[in-house]
Each structure stands twice: as C-alpha cells, then as structure tokens.
C-alpha cells in the first residue's frame, strides 16, 4: 500500500509539474484538517508529519509562549478564540498612538501559550519558543474526515499547480512562445502554450489572419496575471514586439547585439518597417536581416502570414532618416519643426503618391518609425529644383522592401540561369 501511495505521488508531481514537498504538505494540510473533525478541538494548532514509505502520521498541537496575561474579555467564533488584555485605552480605528502608548495586545490561545502554563509543560521555557505536544491518533477518520481531507488536497493541489503555471509564465512575459490554436469562443482566441492556455483578445489579433483550430503559430506574451479561475496569459500576434523576436531568433547578429533594432513601426497583416544600425565594422546591418537570397527576411515574413517588410537604415541624423523612413519614395529634402517635432516632406510631383502610400500607409509608418510628425509636400520653386538637383547626386543607402512573392521569383530566376562554358 505504502508503495503504491509514493507511486502515486510522484505520478501526480510529474502531471502537474509540482515539487514532491508540496504534495506532501498538502496531504499533511489535509490530515490535520481531518484529524481537527473527528478528535480535535478548535483551540488546537494542529500540524501533522506524514510518513509515505510507512503510511504513519503523528499529530502535534503547537504554540509559542508569551507573557502572563489578566484575561479581561473572551470571543470564540470561526474556530479560533481570542482574549483581549488591554494595556493602553482603546483607539478608534485609524487614529495615530500617542507617544508613550502600546498599541492593544491580544491573546490568542490558538496558537499561544502563557509563559505560566508553558513551564508546567517544559520548566526552562522561554518567551517566544514554541512548545510543541505529541497528540494521540485515536484511530481511522470517519466518512465526514475523510471527505474533508479529499476536498483540502484537491484543493492544495490546484493551487499549486496554479502557482507553477504562474511563476512559469510569468518569466516569460515579453518573450515569444510557440502555440497551436485551441479553439475559438466568440472573437476571442484561445491557445494551447504547454502547461497554460493563454487568451488573444480581438485587439491582439491580426485582420486577414486565420485561426483554426490545431494551427501551430508563434505568439509574443504581452502579459501574465492571476485570477480567481487561474493565471491568465495574454498573448498576441499583433503587436510589433512580435517582429522584434522574430528577427532576434533568425538573424545570429542582433542576438549577439553586434545589429541592434532601433525602432519598428508596424500595421499587423499589412506592413512592417523596422529601422536597423550597427556600432561593428564591416558589417551591413540591412543585409544581415535580409540574409542570403533573402532568406532570413523570408522566414519572419512567412511566420507574418506575407507581411510586406521594409529594412531601412537607422540615422543619427533625423533629416536623414525620415528620408530613409519615407521609401521607396525619393525624398528632395526635409524641413524641422523642433518644438512640434513636426517635419516637412519635400518630394517630386511623381513622388507623391509613392510617399503617401495607399491610404496614407507610408507616411503613416514612416512618422511612428521616426517619431515625427511627417507633412508630405510638393517640391516646386528654384530653390526645391536646385535642392532636387543636389539630392541627386548625393549616393543613399538602399531600403530594401522584401515580399514573399519577390523571393520566389529572385530563387525561381537564379535556379533557372545556365552557365555559358567559357572559349578555350
């Protein structure tokens, strides 16, 4: 019998992913609460040592020693009594003790004893010790202890586990975790993440995305709270920390630090820009995210559903970089407002549209990536011409814009080139 108990505890430790310690105080919990309903009393601190390879329990009554008290008033309610000694008046609930005052000691022979009655017990007991008492176990529990020790484990046992899943999963808020969809209740989404099932709200869902069921997808915790049914996890697909993680696991140079993500602007299922920089020689910050043939790009934009992403170099300069920001649309200059943080665009008459983007997207992106207000303008007069003139001849970085259409057809083209022998 004694076999099969520790068999089961170490089955329930492993499915629940809980510590044998914890099992074990549990049935301990459960035990003293049984043991108080069939031979205890309400005025016993019950603690219980429970031996699985034996199946023998014993059972103490323990209590820390205080002062000698004149007991003066007595109330017994919900199992534990309490005796009151004043020692100062009495003070109306939130009023500050004057200097010199004691604030109103309270006996509580639950879980006390007097200094008195505790050298009858033990004769060198000291204040603040505790005196523990071997009771003795009468014999089996009854149906009704029983029960109540069932219902005390189930209970101790579910919010450990709660606890596990909490402090798990609350390590990773702020990280990316792998999930399949469970099901979907309403416009909510729920996903399987392992040990927890975490919550898309309809906010943190892309539009255009599809959520079936068994769906394997990866999710960005956004945040992890408890609630009376458990910890909640709160995962999302929407948000741009998403974009972050993903280039992090793909591209070995941001992971190493020596590429760092300045900034990302991101309309989920649309489009993303992501502005990059490095301090290291030698090394192409935009082509280290975009990687050979445009693989590594390819891998975030898959996992992104096709989500079009642009790959712009970050600028200390911030003329240069809403320039950077606003492609493919070629900028003639920009013009600050510093107290507004509001900027002027100037572009070609056939730029426009380019700059503005569908809708506004471009501008739109471009003014979160950046930071500033961006007001697209025509470039006209001399003075635009002349500026027009020399922005032409100054050489920029390209942004490289990657779909996964591009891709296809770019490894399509390369498969399909036959090499001409050369003369002899």
Known sequence: MSKEVLQAIKAICEEKHISVESVLATIEQALAAAYRKD??????????????????????????????QELEEVTEEAGEQLVSAPVAPVKEEGSPLAEGEEEEKRFNPKTEIMISEAQKIKPDAQLGEEIITELPVAGEFGRMAAQTAKQVIIQRLREAERDVIFKEYKDKEGAMVNGSIQRVEGNTVLVDIGQATAVMPPSEQVRGERY????????????????????????????????RQLFAMEVPEINDNVVE????????????????????????????????????????????????????????????????????????????KEATREAEAYVAD????????????NVRLAS?????????????????AEEA???????????IEVTAEETAKESALEESVIPVPEDK
């Open 39 to 68: 031979f205890g009393n309400k005025l016993q601190n019950l603690k219980v040592e429970f031996n699985p390879s034996n199946m023998q329990m014993r059972v103490f009554d323990v209590k820390t020693v205080v002062e000698d």
């Open 212 to 243: 079936t069921p068994g769906a394997q997808m990866r999710f960005f915790i956004k945040s992890v709270s408890t609630s009376s049914r458990g910890p909640e996890v709160l995962v999302s697909r929407a948000d741009r920390e998403l974009v």
């Open 261 to 336: 993500i300045k900034a990302i602007a991101r309309e989920p299922g649309s489009r993303t820009k992501l502005a990059v920089a490095t301090n290291a020689e030698n090394v192409d910050p935009v082509g280290s995210c975009v990687g050979q043939r445009g693989s590594r790009v390819q891998f975030v934009i898959n996992e992104l559903g096709g989500e079009k992403i642009d790959i712009i170099q970050w600028e200390a300069d911030d003329k240069q970089f809403i320039k950077s920001a606003l492609s493919p649309a070629k900028v003639v200059s920009v013009e600050l």
């Open 350 to 361: 056939d730029q426009l549209s380019l700059a503005i983007g569908k809708q506004g997207q």
């Open 368 to 384: 979160a990536l950046t930071g500033w207000k961006i007001d697209i303008k025509p470039a006209t007069g001399e003075a635009k």
């Open 389 to 399: 003139v020399a922005a032409e001849e100054v050489k920029e970085e390209p942004v």
